[in-house]
């Protein structure tokens, strides 16, 4: 089984940067991908981006040239650099791991999950 820990969400204003950083324990061998997805109040979780164990990424459109997923292997991490954050992107963050598949259909492993709030 894997265990998935999130940090590194918070407040911040329209135009802001964060990162969010997950971190892989347990049988970290079945992960050959990890991602985040997002879900904000009253909507459905949506998929924002993955990274497969060769470096293959993977955005949602309402994200592409801000977001930016990248993973350190030997330390099981996969981070999640946000700049230009808008209102919209608001929502609490999840990790999610395991094979490639069950990340983009939502079906690996998932950490506890991030606030993210950005202000106006």
């Known amino acids: 089984q894997v265990q998935l820990v999130e940090s590194g969400g918070g407040l911040v204003q329209a135009g802001g940067s964060l990162r969010l950083s997950c971190a892989a324990s347990g049988s970290t061998f079945s992960i050959n991908a990890m991602g985040w997805y997002r879900q904000a109040p009253g909507k459905q979780r949506e998929l924002v981006a993955t990274?497969?164990?060769?470096?293959?990424?993977n955005y949602a459109a309402s994200v592409k040239g801000r977001f930016t997923i990248s993973r350190d292997n030997a330390k099981n991490t996969v981070y999640l650099q946000m700049n230009s954050l808008k209102p919209d992107d608001t929502a609490v963050y999840y990790c999610n791991a395991g094979s490639v598949l069950h990340v983009l259909s939502g079906f690996g492993s998932w950490g506890q999950g991030t606030q993210v709030t950005v202000s106006s």
């Open positions: 990274i497969t164990s060769g470096g293959s990424t």
